[in-house]
């Protein structure tokens, strides 16, 4: 039987509601309480009195990420203006050690922020205005992992998650493809050349990390350099979309996909969802592989937003 690890305490709501103007959107802030640490949460709904189904969001990597801060477009483009008008809820929560968080962000592993996340959703379970079975997770980046994980290990909790572009392989191979993708782009280099120096530079890194790794981002690879999703996306029940881009730099799309003959050789499961954003970068905007990273050039994809809602909402109407 799938576990629960820390079991939420208490919830302390410290503002109460702000409006949107012309909107109808409330805001409602309070924290949540996961291993002794007290996390910074925000939910946004509609002034709705029947229950409604709700999305959690996770972060990617580093100690700057935020729905308030980096994530702020990306959530208002995918979420907002798709799900916040149709009746969701949505949630966000910033990781431990960031904003108002409590706790240190780079010593906390894969399997505590999925800790984190079901102690979110046992809180906002208690709200009389959320349908308690159709809780969903949706995962961007090092986000999809923390996805893979929590709907893996608890099935009770959520009706379903999403990873976009979240890694199916590991963090070991995932930080290859980065360095191999720079190596092409930066440096001209055919993808032979540029995978071979790409491996000797992720061992070099991973030997000073296990050396000098003391904080920060070389602290959090020292955590989580040995993690690999197999086992958790292996053991996933519920559905579960996985939702990659053509032009991603960080996760090749072709190695991601190809990991699921690894995961499983018979044949992958029907409730596995595999979606590739054609002409797609990391955070699915539309551009050309080596593009020039200002990512303020370039569209959030509207096929991506269309596709990402008409899942949520089919696995809602079941």
């Known amino acids: 039987m799938n576990r629960i690890v820390s079991i939420l305490t208490y919830i302390s709501f410290y503002i109460t509601l702000s409006a949107s103007p012309g909107n109808n959107i409330d805001t409602i802030n309070f924290k949540v309480q996961s291993e002794g640490y007290s996390l910074d949460v925000q939910l946004k709904k509609k002034s709705l009195n029947n229950q409604v189904p709700v999305i959690i969001f996770l972060v990617g990597s580093g100690g700057t990420s935020s729905h308030k801060t980096n994530y702020k477009d990306f959530t208002a483009y995918f ?3 798709t799900f916040l008008e149709n009746d969701f809820a949505l949630v966000y929560f910033d990781k431990r050690g ?37 809780i969903f ?16 290990n608890y099935p009770e909790i959520f009706a379903g998650g999403v990873s976009m572009a979240g890694a199916t392989f590991g963090v070991r191979k995932q930080l290859i493809n980065d360095y191999m993708s720079n190596y092409i782009c930066k440096k001209g280099n ?10 000797k530079k992720a061992n070099r890194d991973i030997k ?40 991603d730099e960080l996760v090749n799309s072709k190695w991601a996909v190809d990991e699921f003959q690894n995961i499983f050789p018979s044949g992958k499961p029907s409730h596995l969802k595999i979606y590739i954003a054609a002409s797609e970068t990391h955070s699915f905007q539309k551009a050309h592989k080596c593009y020039d990273r200002d990512w303020k050039n370039y569209p959030y994809s509207e096929d991506t937003q269309k596709v990402l809602f008409e899942w949520i909402v089919d696995k809602v109407n079941k």
């Open 208 to 247: 000073f990390v296990n050396r000098f790794g003391k904080k920060g981002n070389w602290k959090q690879l020292k955590i989580i350099q040995d993690f690999e999703p197999k086992r958790y996306i292996f053991h996933i029940e519920k559905p579960f979309f996985f939702m990659f881009a053509e032009n």
């Open 190 to 199: 055919s993808e032979t050349k540029a995978l071979k120096r790409a491996t």
């Open 137 to 152: 997770l949706i995962g961007h980046s090092q986000g999809g992992w923390i996805a893979q994980i929590a709907l893996s």
């Open 79 to 81: 979420l907002e203006k």
């Open 98 to 134: 960031v904003g108002e968080s409590e706790g240190v962000w780079f010593e906390t592993s894969f399997e505590q922020r999925a800790t984190d996340a079901v102690n979110v959703a046992l809180a906002i379970k208690k709200l009389d205005y959320i349908d308690q079975d159709k």
